[in-house]
């Protein structure tokens, strides 16, 4: 499967699905880096890895739509049959919904529908829940919103610090996050072979 990974941070996730596709448990290549920060740290990591980046900043753009269809250029060129979100902080237009629906899959650190937004991690421990979590989830255009793949529940402990809360979260996104997209790239696969037969 040929995905471009969309990034705006730190990309400590796509880091995780270069190390399960170089251990085979991920059968992906990460043909494109979608980055929409100049100064992200995600950039270094991909061209450590030699991965082609595309990074153009949306405030150089008249439109959204505009923005976007020059990102689904990148993405034609570069023969992309799944797009993986992975910190990416920027919602997602039609111009890309509509050519990769029910292609586009995201992570975000709550159990949705709980702590949506861009600061689930330290609203859910300042809210004083006993746990949150991660859901993985296919995107449609409202945010945070579109149908639930997976969600794995992380408790919140009374010793935990925001930090060692953080920490824990990170690392449950890091060893899920590649297993579940083996698996619906997987179920992708089976369901093309049953459709020619
Ligand atoms: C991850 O925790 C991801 O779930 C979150 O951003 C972080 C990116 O970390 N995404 C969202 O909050 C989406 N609403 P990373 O850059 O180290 O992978």
């Given at each position: 499967?040929?995905?471009?990974v ?9 880091t ?9 448990q ?7 880096l979608v980055?929409?920060?100049p100064?992200a740290l995600?950039l270094k ?16 753009f008249?439109t ?6 020059q990102?689904?250029e990148?993405?034609?060129l570069?023969?992309i049959?799944?797009i993986v979100?992975a910190?990416?902080?920027r ?7 509509e ?19 861009r ?15 991660i859901t ?6 409202g945010?945070?919103?579109?149908p639930?793949i ?9 010793t935990?610090?925001f930090?060692?809360f ?10 899920i996050?590649p297993?579940?997209l083996?698996k619906?790239?997987q ?11």
């Amino acid at each position: 499967m040929k995905i471009a990974v969309f990034a705006s941070g730190t990309g400590s996730n796509f880091t995780a699905l270069v190390q399960a596709i170089k251990q085979g448990q991920l059968a992906a290549t990460i043909e494109l880096l979608v980055c929409d920060q100049p100064d992200a740290l995600v950039l270094k990591r991909a061209e450590a890895e030699r991965i082609p980046i595309v990074c153009l900043k949306p405030s150089d753009f008249a439109t959204k739509t505009a923005y976007e269809e020059q990102v689904k250029e990148a993405l034609i060129l570069h023969e992309i049959e799944f797009i993986v979100l992975a910190g990416y902080m920027r919602l997602i237009g039609p111009t890309l919904l509509e050519p990769y629906k029910n292609r586009i899959i995201n992570i975000h650190p709550s159990l949705l529908p709980a702590f949506p937004g861009r600061t689930s991690i330290a609203d859910a421990f300042d809210a004083g829940v006993s746990e949150s979590g991660i859901t993985i989830h296919y995107i449609d255009e409202g945010i945070d919103t579109g149908p639930i793949i997976y969600q794995k529940a992380v408790p919140i402990l009374k010793t935990d610090t925001f930090a060692t809360f953080t920490k824990r979260m990170h690392a449950v996104e890091h060893t899920i996050y590649p297993m579940v997209l083996e698996k619906i790239f997987q179920e992708g696969a089976s369901n093309e072979k049953k459709s020619l037969n």
